[in-house]
């Protein structure tokens, strides 16, 4: 079964400061790795993915994700944030395992707020 | 850019009715989803299609819910009998196809079932 944790509700930094919001994971197999976005009253917005090889991954808006085997985590990074990146962040996974399901399962969800 | 559209954004209805949401996928993508996220809650997997049929379902989809895709361009989800535990935000997706590729989403539909 596959499964992913945000043990975060909630991550408050100051603007221009770097912001780190976590995510962990567990498959079977190897994973298939998301990090979407949710401005209030919008949809999720894709962020990034990691499939394979490099383990940091670049994505939009300045944002990166470095994907951690052993630690079997895919934490979402940013060197400085922004009062415009303050949104619900989800992490999800899909475990690329023979016989895993092609859905991936979400986080419930990392709320970043940046201060002024 | 291509997107998700759904419609209405926001939907009040009495307990017991029946709700249709609407989306239009995006037009070269061949799989569609509904995800659902209870305020507050994660994001929830209801249902997938493709082809015109269900190719996945979780538990949450029970015989209360279908999907349909009507004409060829809009794929919907009907809810009959709505109760107060279904409201909530009502996701439409769809990816080019079920690999490695990345699924899109609508900005939602707010159903309140009073």
């Known amino acids: 079964a596959q499964s992913v944790a945000q043990p975060e509700d909630q991550v408050n930094v100051a603007e221009g400061n770097p912001l780190t919001v976590k995510c962990t994971y567990s498959?079977?197999?190897?994973?298939?790795l998301f990090w979407y976005v949710q401005y209030p009253n919008r949809g999720l917005q894709f962020l990034l993915k990691?499939?394979?090889?490099?383990?940091l991954v670049k994505g939009s808006y300045g944002f990166e994700a470095e994907f951690n085997k052993s630690q079997t985590s895919f934490h979402l990074k940013k060197p400085s944030a922004l009062v415009s990146d303050s949104a619900l962040y989800f992490c999800?996974?899909?475990?690329?395992?023979?016989?895993?399901?092609?859905?991936?399962?979400f986080g419930r969800g990392t709320s970043l707020i940046v201060h002024p | 850019e291509p997107e998700v559209t759904q419609t209405p954004s926001h939907q009040v209805t009495q307990m017991g009715q029946e709700v249709i949401l609407r989306c239009v996928p995006i037009?070269?993508?061949?799989?569609f989803y509904w995800y659902r996220q209870i305020l507050g809650q994660k994001v929830e997997f209801l249902v997938s299609f493709y082809n015109n049929e269900i190719s996945e379902k979780s538990e949450i989809f029970d015989d209360q819910f279908s999907v349909e895709r009507p004409d060829g361009s809009n794929f919907t989800l009907k809810i009959r009998s709505t109760k107060l535990e279904d409201s909530a935000m009502y996701f439409c997706?769809?990816?080019?196809?079920?690999?490695?590729?990345?699924?899109?989403f609508g900005e939602g539909s707010w159903l309140t079932v009073v």
């Open positions: 999800a996974v899909r475990d690329m395992a023979a016989g895993g399901s092609y859905i991936p399962t």
């Open positions: 037009s070269n993508h061949l799989y």
């Open positions: 997706a769809s990816s080019p196809d079920r690999g490695t590729n990345t699924i899109y």
């Open positions: 498959v079977s197999g190897n994973p298939y």
């Open positions: 990691y499939i394979t090889g490099d383990n």
